[in-house]
């Protein structure tokens, strides 16, 4: 069995009982990089030297018995949304392509306190605009189980690098289903928090009320662990709340008996592919087996999620990005004729054009005389989202559905229909405009071999159900990865 087989915790596990060190971990993750990446593209930013040097030094804390945390001197690779101070991160954008932070996100600190050693940084829709990971300014992420394929997105290379074995676990961001939607077409496990779990704190903002900062990883039991490790109270944050609660990984339990998962009829109807939906099912008969109790029932106001998430997205995203402006830092238009037309041309050739759709959509929704008719009802229809749910959750532990409606497109077909890319958001987005916890699972594949994942997901502060449902699924079948994860150098 090679090292990159292993997942996180068993790599923790043997680096703890000196089977192999840290350094050697990376070694191997860089090779994998090498012999794969040029394919995949799940990197914008791989710091070779950074990773071998901070693995000794890890390596030697590990040793002294300072650090003894279940993930020291596990490998791992961070969404380019998020600050690492010293490394470039540039939301895949070409307005930030030189763009090295003097700080590093919470979440980044945190997982460099439990030892994690950062590889690099993983390709992105342009400031996570995006389901494909082909906004990208830097080239398109292609899926590893077929480089014809797209990952998802936005968290699209963070889902590729593991599911290609380039990292042991990643970081992504999650404002719409973009931990969740990618981590479903790669074959991977993905976690979306409760809103406030994990600090937002250096990440950079698309939807300040949506993102979340969660977990991609090989299995449950990883994506738990990893929870923990970044889950804290911080002042920096505003949202940030104070939690007694992130012990997630107690919920690693393979017992499901007498949990309530409940299925909703309006995710199984139109649109829905047959094969994901047979996959899906037949994940809920396997917890059934186990002892869960398993009902249909319908949820409601599914159709106005999508309207009223891209309407409060594109309003956020106007406001976040006018900071953008070719003043301080990132690019600026070599020729332009006073401060306004500089404001112009570094925008105008700085952004893609699916950032400049939102800017534009985001900017018309938030002025006067369409505020009130657009804005305003589409916050209400997001507190009525929340009341459907909080009425789901009366009786329900659990609502599992799909994560997507088909498995992963070819590439360049969404990206010709904008509408068609935000359509296949349908089944995510409600969970960020309730602020609920979510999780991808893979359950399965189609007839052309792509992975299909179902969700599960919890009410607010309950990550500890849908971590119990997740594990205890995942023991009724092996981990798979693509075959092309296999070869890495001198193989």
Same mark, same amino acid.
């Given at each position: ?41 799940? =990197? ?6 950074? #990773? ?17 945390? @279940? ?10 949304? %998020? ?6 991160? +540039? ?32 390709? %992105? ?9 082909? +906004? &990208? ?16 997105? &936005? /968290?699209?290379?963070?889902? #590729? ?46 939807? /300040? ?64 592919? *047959? ?13 059934? #087996? ?9 949820? $409601? ?8 998430? =891209? ?7 106007? $406001? ?10 990132? =690019?600026?238009?070599?020729? =332009? ?22 800017? %534009?959509?985001? /900017?018309?929704?938030? &002025? ?12 209400? +229809? ?19 559905? @799909?994560?997507? @409606? ?9 990206? $010709? ?16 405009? *309730? ?18 994942? %179902? ?32 070869? $890495?150098?001198?193989?």
């Amino acid at each position: 069995m090679s090292i990159l087989d292993l997942t996180a915790l068993e790599l923790g596990k043997k680096i703890k009982e000196k089977e192999i060190t840290a350094v050697e971990a990376v070694q191997e993750s860089l090779a994998q990089i090498r012999a794969l990446d040029g394919s995949v593209h799940a =990197y914008v930013t791989v710091d070779e030297e950074g #990773a071998l040097k901070r693995a000794q030094e890890v390596q030697q804390q590990i040793e002294a018995g300072t650090l003894t945390g @279940p993930l020291a001197g596990v490998p791992t690779a961070i969404k380019d949304n %998020m600050c690492t101070e010293g490394m470039l991160t +540039t939301c895949s954008s070409k307005i930030l392509y030189n763009f090295k932070p003097t700080y590093s996100a919470e979440a980044v600190l945190n997982l460099e306190k439990a030892g994690a050693v950062i590889l690099g940084k993983t390709n %992105m829709d342009e400031f996570a605009m995006g389901s494909t990971t082909e +906004t &990208s300014a830097f080239g398109v992420t292609r899926n590893p189980w077929n480089p014809e394929h797209v990952p998802g997105g &936005s /968290s699209g290379g963070s889902c #590729a690098a593991v599911s290609a074995k380039e990292c042991f676990y990643a970081l992504g961001s999650d404002t719409g289903g973009s931990i969740r939607q990618p981590s479903s077409f790669c074959g991977v496990t993905g976690i979306k928090p409760t809103y406030g779990t994990v600090s937002r704190y250096g990440l950079i903002a698309y939807g /300040s009320s949506l993102d979340q900062i969660g977990p991609v990883a090989k299995d449950v039991s990883d994506c738990a662990t990893i929870l923990e490790a970044i889950s804290s109270y911080d002042r920096k944050d505003s949202t940030s709340i104070k939690r007694e609660d992130t012990d997630f990984t107690s919920a690693l339990v393979d017992d499901v008996k007498g949990l309530k998962i409940g299925i909703p009829r309006d995710y199984f109807g139109e649109g829905l592919d *047959a094969e994901v939906s047979q996959a899906v099912l037949d994940a809920a008969k396997a917890l059934e #087996a186990k002892g869960a109790v398993v009902e249909e029932f319908d949820l $409601s106001l599914v159709d106005y999620a999508i309207p009223a998430y =891209y309407v409060i997205a594109a309003a956020e995203a106007s $406001s976040n990005l006018a900071r953008f402006d070719g003043v301080k830092y990132g =690019y600026r238009a070599e020729e =332009y004729e006073g401060l306004h037309n500089m404001y112009k041309k570094s925008r105008s050739e700085g952004f893609g054009p699916e950032v400049k759709r939102r800017i %534009m959509l985001g /900017s018309f929704v938030l &002025s006067s005389g369409y505020y009130d008719a657009y804005y305003l009802k589409a916050l209400r +229809t997001k507190a009525l989202i929340k009341k459907a749910f909080d009425k789901a959750f009366e009786k329900y532990d659990v609502i599992l559905g @799909p994560a997507a @409606p088909t498995t992963a497109p070819r590439l360049g077909e969404s990206l $010709s229909d904008p509408l068609k890319m935000y359509l296949g958001d349908i089944y995510t987005i409600s969970v960020n405009l *309730a602020g609920l916890p979510g999780m991808t699972v893979p359950c399965g594949k189609d007839k052309a071999g792509l992975p299909i994942g %179902m969700q599960l997901i919890g009410d607010c502060f309950k990550e500890k159900n849908i971590i119990r449902a997740g594990y205890a699924f995942e023991k009724t079948r092996t981990y798979e990865s693509p075959a092309l994860a296999g070869r $890495s150098e001198g193989k």
